[in-house]
């Protein structure tokens, strides 16, 4: 198979070092060489890219900076930094990086890299989203069951709660889950999950969760979920369906009647509420945003009947927002509610006072 690559580098001589030994190496295509970030990232789009070789220091730019850009515009592409410096490793397989090689490139270790992507992309295809089909189809009810809102709940097609055989293990699957089919690297995991044990045990307890998932999965006939390559590790998310992807379709439409109540009892809580993972925050807090923007424009189209309960369900996730009380009062009033109206003036002037 050939893959397409660019190339992105301040140096002339480092570009034309590199573009010699892909094509020499064979099944690697050049489509573009650039001397500086900001060029290659407007056109990497229309170049579709399977590998990225990325300086780090550049005039004008940074490499490491540029391959958060890269992995937003190009989530597919691998990266692979290419630098006279040794001490940005870490900072590099940070950021998920394929290979790290210092200049001058030696040709070998080049030879191992692309070797990697290739065993990579052999052990996985490409990188799926949880709506693409995969590689191997099981029917719908045949899927896991995963519950991410509120609490961490995975459940068999029969309705059978999976029991974790420890906290770790748990949260192991919920990291790997979080990253969406995209490999992460050992020592990303290893930093998250077990910042402060010392490297040797830290490495241990990784295996050992490890070995519970697997266990676990292949004891339940699924023994294609937890995938490994390259010391990274995936999830084979096309085997599980989530709420938080039945939740993010439904919100990709209008939502009214039947939808609506669904999307509402859905959001049981926030992304990883329960679980209280660091790692998580991020994604909890752009998650609830989205759902509260997404509540707000269904505010806006709901008839009167259904609008207390896209309020009640607003004012649960901004207790402070004076307005949603205020909307929620009038709303009930004009449906013949006084009493819930007046519940609704005693809860505010509760929150008033807490606030205050």
């Known amino acids: ?28 295509t050049v489509a573009g060489r650039f001397g500086g970030a900001a060029e290659a990232l407007s056109q990497a789009p229309s170049l579709q890219p399977d590998l990225i070789f990325l300086d780090i220091e550049m005039p004008g730019s940074n490499g490491l900076s540029a391959a958060e850009l890269f992995r937003n515009i190009c989530p597919a592409a691998e990266i692979v930094f290419v630098t006279a410096h040794a001490h940005y490793a870490m900072d ?56 991410i809102l509120g609490s961490l709940e995975l459940y068999t097609s029969d309705g059978r709660l999976l029991t974790w055989r420890t906290k770790k293990t748990k949260e192991l699957f919920a990291f790997l889950w979080h990253h969406q089919g995209q490999p992460v690297y050992k020592y990303t995991i290893l930093e998250e999950l077990w910042p402060d044990a010392p490297a040797e045990r830290s490495q241990r307890l990784l295996h050992t969760s490890l070995y519970y998932l697997r266990s676990m999965f292949k004891s339940e006939g699924y023994s294609e979920i937890v995938m490994h390559g390259d010391e990274r590790y995936w999830i084979n998310i096309s085997v599980i369906q989530s709420d938080t992807g039945q939740l993010y379709g439904m919100m990709q439409r209008s939502l009214h009647g039947t939808d609506l109540k669904r999307a509402l009892a859905m959001y049981s809580g926030d992304y990883l509420e329960k679980e209280h993972y660091q790692w998580a925050d991020a994604r909890r807090i752009d998650m609830r945003l989205e759902f509260v923007s997404c509540m707000d424009q269904a505010l806006d189209q709901a008839p009167a ?41 005693a809860a505010k002037k509760r929150m008033m006072m807490e606030d205050g």
């Open 1 to 28: 198979m050939n893959y397409n690559a660019i190339l992105i580098d301040d140096e002339p001589m480092a570009l034309d070092v590199m573009d010699y030994y892909l094509r020499e190496i064979g099944g690697v």
């Open 92 to 147: 590099a397989f940070d950021r998920h990086a394929l290979g790290y090689l210092l200049k001058p490139v030696d040709k070998h270790k080049l030879i191992k890299v692309l070797d990697r992507y290739a065993q990579l992309h052999a052990g996985r295809g490409h990188h799926r989203t949880e709506q693409e089909a995969p590689s191997h189809v099981r029917s719908a009810s045949d899927l896991l069951r995963l519950q």
């Open 305 to 345: 009947q259904d609008q207390p309960l896209i309020l009640r369900k607003l004012i649960q996730l901004e207790p402070n927002n004076e307005a949603y009380y205020d909307r929620l009062v009038n709303c009930l009033n004009r449906l013949g509610d006084q009493a819930g109206a007046r519940q609704m003036e």
